[in-house]
């Protein structure tokens, strides 16, 4: 089993920065595909972008494609989200997922969760 704390959310502006990270427990968290998700209010959670194991393959939403990036850090246990030019439509409580897949890009395919941290982005 695996825990999940997600940290760095607040409060940005339109085309600013932000860069979350999730730190994870335990000694197996390089045998988990990792990813972020989002849920927006009023919306369905969803994906934004995943990182296989090794984090050599990496999968992106088209909503955050060349503006977001993720990375993961085996030896810290930790994934991170690095997100630029953000948008008030990047508004959203972002959380950190684990999975038993290499890399996936559905919430069904996630197995752990984290708490989730709230981005909030102004215009």
């Known amino acids: 089993q695996v825990q999940l704390v997600e940290s760095g959310g607040g409060l940005v502006q339109a085309g600013g ?14 045998s988990y ?9 009023g919306k369905d959670r969803e994906f934004v972008a995943g990182i296989s ?3 050599r393959k990496i999968q992106y ?22 997100m630029n030019s953000l948008k008030p439509e ?5 959380y950190c997922a684990a999975s038993f897949w290499d890399i996936a890009s559905k919430g069904r395919e996630y197995d ?3 708490q989730g941290t709230r981005v909030t ?3």
Do not use: E, H
Not at 90 to 94: E, G, K, P, S
């Open 53 to 55: 194991r090794s984090g």
């Open 112 to 114: 752990y969760w984290g």
């Open 121 to 123: 982005v102004s215009s």
């Open 90 to 94: 990047d508004t959203a409580v972002y």
């Open 61 to 82: 939403a088209d909503s955050v494609k060349g503006r977001f990036s993720i990375s993961r850090d085996n030896a810290k246990n930790t994934v991170y989200l690095q």
């Open 33 to 41: 595909g990792m990813g972020w998700f989002r849920q927006a209010p």
């Open 17 to 30: 920065s932000r860069g979350l990270s999730c730190a994870a427990s335990g000694r197996t968290f390089s």
